[in-house]
């Protein structure tokens, strides 16, 4: 499954409510250069997982809000980018990074265990319900991508 893609145009939109400019979002996010701003916004580059969390709370929106997903029922890719991990961040005790790859591509297989899900809300710091909601979206995003051919 593809990366959720960052909202460049929902960015500026939060970033000018808050009535911060290009600079002004930078300087708070200790970037070098406001042009790093403008390519997110633009969508011409993507941030890093780590700065997401840390734009949507320099501009006041729920991390879920800067993505091109359903904040209400968001793929596990979208849970660990609002959470500002990588995919190889992603691992603990009962928790590989390759177990979390296959969950969050949407592999079929053997339903995760409840140890599995734990560690998952775990790292990426949110309940167990909205783990198990993300693992289902993150299989019926693959499966309906195999039936499309794509």
Known sequence: MARPLLRGDRLQAAREAMGLTRE?????????SPSRIRVWETGLERPRPRYVPRLAAAVGVDPLHLLDVDP????????RLAAGRATNEVTGPGLSVMTYVRLEDGRTGA???????????DVLGVDVP??????RRSRSDQSALASSGG
């Not at 909205?130 to 693992?135: C, F, G, L, N, P």
């Open 24 to 32: 002004e979002l930078a300087e708070k996010l200790e970037l070098s």
């Open 72 to 79: 209400e029922d968001p793929p596990l890719a979208a849970l």
């Open 111 to 121: 339903v995760p265990s409840a140890e599995v899900i734990g560690a998952v809300a």
């Open 130 to 135: 909205r783990v198990e909601a993300a693992v």
